[in-house]
């Protein structure tokens, strides 16, 4: 992940200035985490960290995002040790990321709602996510024969999906953070923050960072076993940290074409070859590609490699991550540590943020 797909000027806000900048993302717990997130948000993030050790690097856990979906306290919480395993089983290092849950940080909703207070309605009104529910429900109401009203179709729209984009602009202009590395689908939030900051800044000066989505087109949409984006939603995702007979059942569930084994086989369009790609080295990428063209290789033995190459890189991660689900208090103290690192580099933003608005 290196370029940045939207470069306007950021004008740095004077606040910022002098301090290193801040790489932050998130990732909200409503389901277990697959293949997508890894290789679109979770790699490229800690990657990111990596090769800029000046920057400080937030990684944080969406629980109150997650609210919106999950309605179950218990699955809530498992879900929340489960990413938070994940991240460290990905190789987050708590010692040198700052690593928290956002309902840890208060400030994040204190800052939410003083941005809400100068965030137009339409803005709200043109974010994905609430457009997308409006129109499943619209089409919904269009199958079962009834009149279209708005207020039915809005019916399974809760505040908090409504407002979404304002609490995910919280999360970022916090920390004044100026790269976000996410996924496609993420992208239009960064902007929608971007925006917001800029409202806000001309209401009361030069307060909040704008900042900038990071996502690298070859890996900001990984295809999930169904040809969609791969996405907890569609039910179509291949799990990280599921058993291996998880992983192995979802790998063969990937869908493919009809040509019988000795045919030749067009990587360009298989999902196999696309999820391949992600994990293996650069020979390896090829050799695999090579043999499809050539019709070498069944789709079978397609998915078995890409079976043994995924479970092999696993091994070891796989291995953090059941330590860690086996001690979930240490998850929750690791969190609540990063939780008051967190807090003491929002200080700063919220005193100015206070003092802007006149408090
Ligand atoms: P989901 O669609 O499964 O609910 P999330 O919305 O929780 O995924 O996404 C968490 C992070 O992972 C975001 O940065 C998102 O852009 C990224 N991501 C999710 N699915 C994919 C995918 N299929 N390809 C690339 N990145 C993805
Ligand atoms: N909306 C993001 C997702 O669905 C999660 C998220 C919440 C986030 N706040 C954020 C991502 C701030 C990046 C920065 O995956």
Not at 7 to 25: E, G, Y
Not at 73 to 90: M, Q, Y
Not at 119 to 131: D, E, F, Q
Not at 230 to 248: C, D, H, V, W
């Amino acid at each position: 992940m290196n370029r940045l797909v939207n470069q306007p000027a950021n004008r740095p806000a004077n606040r910022s200035m002098h301090r290193p900048d801040v790489i932050l993302t998130g990732i909200k717990p409503t389901g277990s985490p697959h293949l997508g997130n890894y290789i679109g948000a979770i790699r490229p993030a800690l990657a990111l960290a990596r090769r800029s050790p000046e920057a400080h690097a937030l990684y944080f856990l969406a629980d109150y995002h997650a609210l919106t979906l999950v309605k179950d306290p218990v699955r809530f919480r498992d879900l929340c040790h489960e990413l938070a395993a994940t991240w460290i089983a990905c190789g987050l290092d708590p010692d040198r990321q700052v690593f928290y849950r956002q309902s840890d940080v208060p400030e994040v909703f204190e800052l939410s709602w003083i941005l809400s207070c100068s965030t137009s309605k339409g803005l709200m009104n043109r974010a994905h996510a609430y457009k997308a529910q409006v129109d499943r429900h619209t089409r919904g109401h269009m199958r079962s024969g009834g009149d279209v009203d708005a207020g039915d179709v809005e019916a399974g729209v809760n505040m908090g999906l409504y407002s979404y984009p304002i609490l995910m602009a919280a999360d970022i202009l916090l920390f004044q953070a100026k790269y976000v590395p996410v996924g496609r689908d993420q992208e239009q939030h960064i902007e929608i923050a971007r925006d917001i900051a800029a409202r806000f800044n001309r209401s009361f000066g030069d307060v909040l960072t704008l900042p900038l989505y990071l996502s690298d087109p070859s890996t900001a949409e990984i295809p999930g076993t169904d040809g969609r984006k791969m996405s907890k939603a569609y039910n179509n995702t291949i799990p990280l940290f599921g058993s291996r007979e998880q992983l192995r059942r979802a790998i063969f569930g990937i869908k493919t074409d009809s040509s019988p084994p000795g045919a030749p086989k067009d990587p360009g369009t298989s999902l196999v070859f696309q999820i391949y790609r992600q994990f293996a080295d650069e020979d390896r990428t090829d050799t695999m590609r090579n043999r499809l063209v050539q019709g070498r290789i069944t789709w079978k033995a397609a998915k078995e490699e890409l079976f043994d190459l995924i479970d092999g890189l696993l091994e070891r991660p796989r291995a953090v991550y059941e330590e860690l689900m086996a001690d979930r208090s240490r998850i929750d103290r690791l969190l609540e540590a990063g939780a008051c690192s967190a807090r003491e580099l929002a200080r700063p933003t919220m005193e100015i943020v206070r003092q802007a608005v006149g408090r």
